[in-house]
């Protein structure tokens, strides 16, 4: 009973600090983790297929403008498979804090069509 206290003891100063000292040293993500949707603007073609899919309406394409609601979106991927031209992908941005709801958009001037 007192060899189980005393490996209780010692174990943490044995194994070491078993957290990240965060937010200095970002968390390590697996390949498969799915973050916010990225656009590749010189691949879109600003049909707006993306918005069409996007099951929450997180997404708007208007007045040459591609806008993400990252408060709103789910990260599910359907943007990124309705994407005739693949200019979307998921990413790996997961932390999302802001102190203004507007902080959470993301607006991208599009190219102009060639």
Known sequence: MISDLFDRLVRPLRLGPLTRAYP????????????????????????????EACPTGALEVAGG??????GRCIFCGDCARA?????LR?????????????????????????
């Open 90 to 114: 998921l990413g790996y941005q997961v932390e999302l804090a802001a102190r203004n709801r507007t902080d959470l958009l993301v607006v991208v001037q599009l190219e102009a069509p060639r």
């Open 24 to 51: 200095a040293e970002p968390p390590p993500l697996p390949p498969s983790v799915r973050g916010l949707p990225e656009l590749d603007i010189s691949r879109c073609d600003a049909t707006a297929a993306c918005t």
């Open 83 to 87: 994407c005739p031209r693949d200019a």
């Open 65 to 70: 403008t591609w806008t993400l609601d990252a």
